[in-house]
């Protein structure tokens, strides 16, 4: 699981997860597309919005739209006049990144999810952050259960149709064993 879905609920009711293909994980291998996909989540945005918005060069940036455009992941709105009559195209997150399933990262691979987190969190600062822990000693069955359920509380909610007027919130949450 990766991202809601945008503006409206775009998943609808056969939203069905499946497996990401390649080009899919590597476009969601990113913490900077992860982000993108966060600031267009409720809003259409150009290139030059979301690189001020990261604080990255307009140039980088499209490279990352530009990809997510390719693999599904954001979706190009009709083109508007920007306030010096330039042409701009806006951009807004498809929900579908909520849709694939990444599967077991490999050898020494990042988590681009708990990248782009933390970037998040650095921007807005910690004491924004409202966070807790929880230790477990649970039979196999049981972990299984948890994350059945945690799935489903995030899947209930990414159905919703986004508040326009709602305050923007994100949730990250990392699940390990612990070692011996």
């Keep these: 699981m990766v991202?809601?879905?945008?503006?409206?609920?775009?998943?609808?009711p056969a939203g069905q997860r499946r497996p990401a293909t390649d080009a899919q994980a590597r476009a969601l291998a990113s913490g900077t597309r992860l982000r993108i996909l966060r600031l267009c989540l409720s809003e259409a945005l150009t290139n030059k919005e979301i690189a001020t918005r990261l604080g990255k060069h307009p140039a980088?940036?499209?490279?990352?739209?530009?990809?997510?455009?390719?693999?599904?992941?954001?979706?190009?709105?009709p083109v508007r006049r920007g306030s010096r009559g330039a042409r701009e195209v806006p951009y807004r997150?498809?929900?579908?990144?909520?849709?694939?399933?990444?599967?077991?990262r490999s050898q020494g691979q990042t988590d681009a999810l708990l990248e782009a987190f933390l970037e998040e969190v650095a921007s807005v600062g910690q004491k924004q952050l409202q966070s807790t822990r929880l230790g477990l000693r649970l039979p196999t069955d049981e972990i299984e259960e948890l994350?059945?359920?945690?799935?489903?509380?995030f899947d209930e909610f990414a159905h919703r149709p986004i508040d326009p007027e709602g305050q923007r919130w994100s949730?990250?949450?990392?699940?390990?064993?612990?070692?011996?």
């Excluded at 980088?60 to 709105?77: I, K, M, N, P, Q």
């Excluded at 997150?93 to 077991?104: K, M, N, Q, R």
């Design 93 to 104: 997150a498809t929900g579908l990144s909520w849709l694939v399933e990444l599967g077991d």
């Design 60 to 77: 980088s940036v499209l490279h990352h739209v530009r990809t997510l455009v390719d693999t599904g992941f954001l979706a190009a709105e």
């Design 147 to 153: 994350r059945q359920r945690l799935q489903e509380l």
């Design 171 to 180: 949730i990250y949450l990392g699940m390990h064993p612990e070692s011996s």
């Design 3 to 12: 991202e809601r879905g945008s503006g409206q609920d775009r998943l609808g």
